[in-house]
């Protein structure tokens, strides 16, 4: 399994832009296959009355595969996601289902490219993780606010606009916190999620995966965009991997990364604080010799909530060759 593979029910062959023109009916207009996933396909759409571009999900039809009822999964993600207003949330505007059980729905269309891609073409800067992790940060304490946790939060899961703002996509593994409605049907004996990402008590049999899981699967993104690597057994801090990354963010990295998520940070948006300390307080840059080792001593990091850096553009690339390579939410 790669670091990208996500656990899922099994693959499908997703339907044509013209077969699922076909069931949609008169209103909308499919234009292309934009990407797929276990979960379903996505495609680029037009809502015909109102003349907007959308991102279309169209489910597998209606079935039961190894305990997973699809119907159930997506009512949850549908209405988990419409209760999110937030710039930094992908937005949807409907769902539905066709005569033959066939599960859809239509959301905010992304014109931009996913974090994934971005750090793959090597484009990323320091300033880019000054801007671009406050974001998420924030967007992601408000989705833990509003009682929801992601549970795969991963650079394909995060898009880049042409404008340089985050959008997260994908809530498909949300769950529901405690007292907040009822909780997501991946609770039941199953781990999900992307594994490198995954904070270790989800893989635990029946353990009780909240809101700090994102805190650790945000540390990874964190670590990797700095690195350009994901962090697996006796990791190097950021700042003895790269010349140039400044030394505070091993302190931030370390303690998003702390296998007792009691000793993590307790919200989200705390992290986000400390990477905005650092670009309100840039420290020069200092050449460091890699050296071998499993962690550091935590640093104590002062949060200072300014504005983010504003980071120099990066060349988006859409690649539209192969409708596979390039997928806008997700799917």
């Given at each position: ?40 396909a996505v495609y680029k759409a037009r809502q015909i009355r109102l003349n ?68 793959q073409d090597g484009q990323l800067s320091v300033e880019h993780v000054l ?58 004996s199953l781990s999900v999620g992307t594994p490198c990402y995954l904070a ?132």
């Amino acid at each position: 399994m790669s670091e990208n593979d996500t656990l899922t029910p099994p693959a499908f062959v997703p339907l044509t832009p013209t077969e699922l023109d076909a069931k949609l009916g008169p209103h909308v207009e499919v234009l292309e296959l934009i990407g797929k996933g276990g979960m379903g396909a996505v495609y680029k759409a037009r809502q015909i009355r109102l003349n907007r571009v959308v991102a279309l999900k169209a489910l597998p039809p209606l079935e039961k595969r190894d305990g997973w009822d699809f119907h159930e999964r997506f009512q949850m993600e549908a209405r988990a996601m419409a209760k999110l207003d937030h710039p930094g949330i992908v937005t949807i505007h409907d769902f539905g289902e066709t005569e033959d059980n066939m599960l859809y729905f239509m959301m905010e269309y992304v014109d931009g490219e996913d974090l994934h891609r971005l750090i793959q073409d090597g484009q990323l800067s320091v300033e880019h993780v000054l801007s671009w992790i406050p974001q998420l940060a924030d967007a992601l304490e408000y989705a833990h606010q509003k009682g929801m946790v992601h549970r795969d939060v991963k650079p394909a899961n995060l898009m880049i606009t042409y404008e340089g703002h985050v959008k997260i996509t994908d809530f498909g593994l949300v769950k529901m916190r405690p007292g907040r409605g009822r909780a997501g049907l991946t609770e039941a004996s199953l781990s999900v999620g992307t594994p490198c990402y995954l904070a270790p008590e989800a893989f635990e049999s029946g353990a009780d995966v909240d809101h700090r899981a994102d805190v650790f699967s945000l540390g990874v993104v964190l670590y990797e965009m700095l690195t350009g690597m994901v962090p697996r057994g006796a990791w190097l801090p950021p700042s003895q991997c790269r010349i140039g990354i400044d030394p505070r963010f091993d302190a931030i990295v370390y303690r998003a990364l702390q296998t007792n998520r009691d000793a993590r940070y307790q919200r989200i948006a705390e992290l986000g604080a400390d990477v905005l300390a650092i670009a309100a307080e840039p420290q020069p840059r200092a050449r460091r010799k890699p050296v071998a080792m499993t962690k550091t001593e935590p640093v104590t990091v002062t949060p200072t909530v300014v504005g983010p850096a504003t980071p120099p553009p990066v060349k988006v690339a859409v690649v539209r060759e192969n409708p596979g390579s390039v997928d806008r939410t997700k799917g």
